[in-house]
């Protein structure tokens, strides 16, 4: 299952606080800020769909995700490869590298990154 990007917004504030109450929610979003109610029904279909839960301290909520960014984002990355590079990795980096402008020391870095995890397997 899938975030909306509003979703996703809310899921990263969620993520950097590790866990929320609404007000603590509201706070994380620059100016202008959503209304509280647009918050309750992204929170509310987050956790319809699996992603958030809450424990209850009398009539508040503190919410926490209950999957990790990294998780989401690999699953996010592993299906944007399968989808529109036909399952290649090696499409998807040259891709990745050719239309992203990335200069001469971040590619470096990139390969530095690539022989490391060589080495390691």
């Given at each position: 299952m899938q975030l909306s990007k509003s979703e996703?917004?809310?899921?990263n504030h969620l993520w950097k606080?590790?866990?929320?109450?609404?007000?603590?929610l509201l706070d994380a979003?620059?100016?202008?800020?959503?209304?509280?109610t647009t918050i309750?029904?992204?929170?509310?279909?987050?956790?319809d769909k699996g992603f958030v839960a809450y424990n209850?301290?009398?009539k508040s909520r503190e919410?926490?995700?209950?999957?990790?960014?990294?998780?989401?984002?690999s699953k996010h990355v592993n299906g944007l490869i399968k989808d529109f590079f036909n399952d290649s990795a090696s499409q998807f980096a040259s891709f990745?590298?050719?239309?992203?402008?990335?200069?001469?020391a971040e590619l470096e870095d990139l390969?530095?990154?690539?022989?490391?995890?060589i080495k390691s397997r």
């Amino acid at each position: 299952m899938q975030l909306s990007k509003s979703e996703e917004e809310l899921m990263n504030h969620l993520w950097k606080l590790e866990k929320a109450f609404m007000k603590d929610l509201l706070d994380a979003y620059p100016d202008p800020k959503p209304a509280p109610t647009t918050i309750a029904t992204l929170i509310k279909r987050m956790t319809d769909k699996g992603f958030v839960a809450y424990n209850t301290f009398g009539k508040s909520r503190e919410y926490y995700p209950l999957v990790k960014k990294k998780a989401y984002f690999s699953k996010h990355v592993n299906g944007l490869i399968k989808d529109f590079f036909n399952d290649s990795a090696s499409q998807f980096a040259s891709f990745f590298t050719k239309e992203t402008n990335l200069t001469k020391a971040e590619l470096e870095d990139l390969k530095k990154l690539i022989d490391n995890e060589i080495k390691s397997r």
